[in-house]
Structure formats: C-alpha cells, structure tokens
Nanobody, 119 residues
C-alpha cells in the first residue's frame, strides 16, 4: 500500500519561505517522476515541480528561481523548498508519484497540505 504524507504547510507572510516534505511508505526509486502540484480555490490543479530518479528537475514558469525540488532516497522523501513566496502561491499543495506499470502509469497522491501566503 503506497502512502504519501505531506507536511510543512502553513501561513507565511509574502517574501517568506516554507519547506514542504512528502514522505513515502515505499522506496521512492520505484516512482518516476515524483513531484508537487497545487490547486488554488476555483482553479484546476497545476504542476509545480517534478524530479526524476536521476535527479533531473522541471518547474512551472511561475515558480522558477524561487522553488527548488529535491529528494532524499535514504529517507524516501521529496522536498519542495519555497522561497520569496507570493500571495498567488496560496493553494493546497499535493505530492504526486508516478509508477510505470506495463504500458500505463499509476498515479499516487498525498492528502495535500495548505499553504497560505499573506500580503
């Protein structure tokens, strides 16, 4: 049973920082890639950042230069360091893990963690 547990969300002032963590119940090398998505009220869920098993990363244009995704394979954990936060970063942030299976990809999601950036 795969479980992804996010933590680290909260309320922060604009310009501040937060670090989100996503702890997996299984070896994260079984997923490729892992990433973070977010969903603001009234909006669709959007990709924030992803990281592959090889360490390659990709970011949404809106967060480039401010956010950094990383992974600790020994702890089966993926992180999202968020700096220079803006009110428009306010959203529920979800951890995602993709597992290739035959010709398909299985998606796993965490329960989400709220990030609120006050102006």
């Amino acid at each position: 049973q795969v479980q992804l547990v996010e933590s680290g969300g909260g309320l922060v002032q604009a310009g501040g920082s937060l670090r989100l963590s996503c702890a997996a119940s299984v070896n994260i090398n079984s997923f490729n890639p892992m990433g973070w998505y977010r969903q603001a009220p009234g909006k669709q869920r959007e990709l924030v950042a992803v990281i592959t098993t090889g360490g390659s990363t990709n970011y949404a244009d809106s967060v480039k230069g401010r956010f950094a995704i990383s992974r600790d394979n020994a702890k089966n954990t993926v992180y999202l360091q968020m700096n220079s936060l803006k009110p428009e970063d306010t959203a529920v942030y979800y951890c995602n893990a993709k597992r290739p299976y035959s010709l398909q990809v299985i998606d796993y999601w965490g329960q989400g963690t709220q990030v609120t950036v006050a102006s």
